[in-house]
Nanobody, 122 residues
Framework: QVQLVESGGGLVQAGGSLRLSCAASGRTVKWLSMGWFRQAPGKERSFVAAINWSGTTYYANSYRGRFTISRDNAVNTGYLQMNSLKPEDTAVYYC????????????????WGQGTQVTVSS
């Protein structure tokens, strides 16, 4: 089993930055893919970014160039650096991990964190 805990969310002004962290415990995530999804009020959960065990990254088009996903296997933690934030980026952001499957598909993920709120004010 893998437990995931997100942190780093909060309130930021438009144009600002936040760095989300996803701390894993229970087992190493070195061989797992890690992903970030978001869910805005009244909307379905949607893909943001993912990184596989070898470091290959995947981004939804809306976030490419603004967000950067990374991981540090030494501390069993994944990160999402979010720059140039917009009010429409306001959502709960979830970290997830999987041993396989399509990175952009939520159903591929076996483990989920509880989410962290990101609010971007205009």
């Amino acid at each position: 089993q893998v437990q995931l805990v997100e942190s780093g969310g909060g309130l930021v002004q438009a144009g600002g930055s936040l760095r989300l962290s996803c701390a894993a415990s229970g087992r190493t995530v070195k061989w797992l893919s890690m992903g970030w999804f978001r869910q805005a009020p009244g909307k379905e959960r949607s893909f943001v970014a993912a990184i596989n065990w070898s470091g290959t990254t995947y981004y939804a088009n809306s976030y490419r160039g603004r967000f950067t996903i990374s991981r540090d296997n030494a501390v069993n933690t994944g990160y999402l650096q979010m720059n140039s934030l917009k009010p429409e980026d306001t959502a709960v952001y979830y970290c997830a991990a999987t041993s396989g499957g399509t990175p952009a598909v939520a159903g591929s993920y076996d483990y989920w964190g509880q989410g962290t709120q990101v609010t971007v004010s205009s």
